[in-house]
Nanobody
């Protein structure tokens, strides 16, 4: 059984920064693409950023230049550094990972950007 556990979500003021982490645990013999998605109230879930096993990255236009995704394969962990946060970044952030050729999701972590 594989689990993804996110951490790092909290309330932050506009212009502030946060770093989210997501660690995969369990019996892991293959770790593929990893990423972050988010869902705001009343809106569909959207891709924020993804990172392939080789390190290539992809970002939503709304976060380019402000968010940075990275991964530590030895720790089965993916990170999302979020800078210059805006109120519209408020959402539940979900971690995604392709583990052992199957898709897994974390439980979500709330990020609230508010003064």
């Amino acid at each position: 059984q594989v689990h993804l556990v996110e951490s790092g979500g909290e309330v932050v003021q506009p212009g502030g920064s946060l770093k989210l982490s997501c660690a995969a645990s369990g019996s892991i013999f293959s770790l593929g693409a990893m990423g972050w998605y988010r869902q705001a109230p009343g809106k569909p879930r959207e891709m924020v950023a993804t990172i392939a096993s080789g390190g290539s990255t992809n970002y939503a236009d709304s976060v380019k230049g402000r968010f940075t995704i990275s991964r530590d394969n030895a720790k089965y962990t993916v990170y999302l550094q979020m800078d210059s946060l805006k109120p519209e970044d408020t959402a539940v952030y979900y971690c995604y990972a392709l583990v052992n050729f199957r898709s897994y999701w974390g439980q979500g972590t709330q990020v609230t950007v508010s003064s």
